[in-house]
Each structure stands twice: as structure tokens, then as C-alpha cells.
């Protein structure tokens, strides 16, 4: 049976890692993505920089927001401008929190 420990989460977002299988899940909107420890760590370093504006597309109702492409190609992330810093300061607070458990419990 897994030990989940949460690491990061709001009323949106919930970081939580599984320590017996090392596995780390995002739970957001409806959507579940599930990390290897390293896979989030690459896929944290490879988008936290990524600056909102530069990336920047309409919806058909005209709201801005930035799209993630997955390696599924029929499906991608969609991201608000708010919805894109929460996701990234919990991931963030994430990271931070998994080195402090590695840190107390290795």
C-alpha cells in the first residue's frame, strides 16, 4: 500500500508523492499527471522559467492563456494567467518540500 504524502496544495492543486513507489501525482481541474521523482524534477526545471506572455494564445472566447503540449498530441495542458502561477509556485513549494523529506527521512 502506498504512503502518500502531500507536499504541495491549495483549493486547486494537490502535489503529493507516493515514497514506497516514487512516484509523484499532480491533481488539477480534472486532470491527474503522475511523475517519476526525476520526470518531475526534469519537467519542473524544463517549464518554471517559462514566461506566460511569450506564450501566448486566445481561446475562441478570447481569454489568454498558454497551452503545454504533452507527449500525447491530442492533448494538452491549458493554463489562465492565474492558473499558471499557482500551478508553478506549487510546484515550486513542491520541489522544496520533497528535498526537506529526503533531507529528514534519508
Request: hydrophobic residues 40%; glycine residues 2%; contains cysteine.
Amino acid at each position: 500500500m502506498c504512503k502518500t504524502l502531500v507536499l504541495a496544495q491549495n483549493e486547486n492543486i494537490t502535489i503529493a508523492q507516493c515514497t514506497n513507489c516514487k512516484i509523484l501525482n499532480i491533481w488539477r481541474s480534472g486532470v491527474l499527471m503522475n511523475f517519476s521523482f526525476e520526470q518531475f524534477h526534469v519537467f519542473y526545471k524544463a517549464t518554471e522559467r517559462l514566461e506566460f506572455d511569450n506564450y501566448l494564445e486566445n481561446r475562441p472566447d478570447g481569454k489568454e492563456v498558454v497551452i503545454l503540449s504533452t507527449p500525447f498530441p491530442d492533448i494538452s495542458l491549458v493554463f489562465t494567467r492565474e492558473e499558471w502561477r499557482e500551478f508553478f509556485e506549487k510546484m515550486e513549494e513542491a520541489s522544496y518540500m520533497q528535498r526537506v523529506y529526503e533531507l529528514v527521512h534519508n
